[in-house]
């Protein structure tokens, strides 16, 4: 399962570095597992959505600091990875 976990955390990490570098998006910019990781954790709210019910459950994970540029980092990578 690690081993699994691992191929996908660097085919991800490929895939965005890829399309960054190809698109000539940053210069000298490239995505890490530790930076994806830490991306990752900082999130602060999770949605879950509740299909008995049809609503929406929002979620905030308290002692995570404040990133106000995580949701546009994490929009940019997710838009890569599903249009790709």
Known sequence: MCFI????????IFKINKHISDNKLFA???????GL???????RQRV????????????????VPSDPNIWN????YFNILINQ
């Not at 990781?37 to 999130?43: A, G, N």
């Not at 049809?54 to 994970?61: S, V, Y």
């Not at 980092?73 to 940019?76: A, H």
């Open 48 to 63: 879950e959505f509740n299909t008995l019910d049809q609503q929406m459950i929002f979620k905030n994970r308290d002692g």
């Open 37 to 43: 990781v830490t991306m990752l954790q900082k999130l």
């Open 5 to 12: 976990s691992l191929v996908i955390l660097k085919t991800i």
């Open 28 to 34: 000298n910019s490239q995505l890490t597992e530790v």
């Open 73 to 76: 980092r994490y929009d940019f």
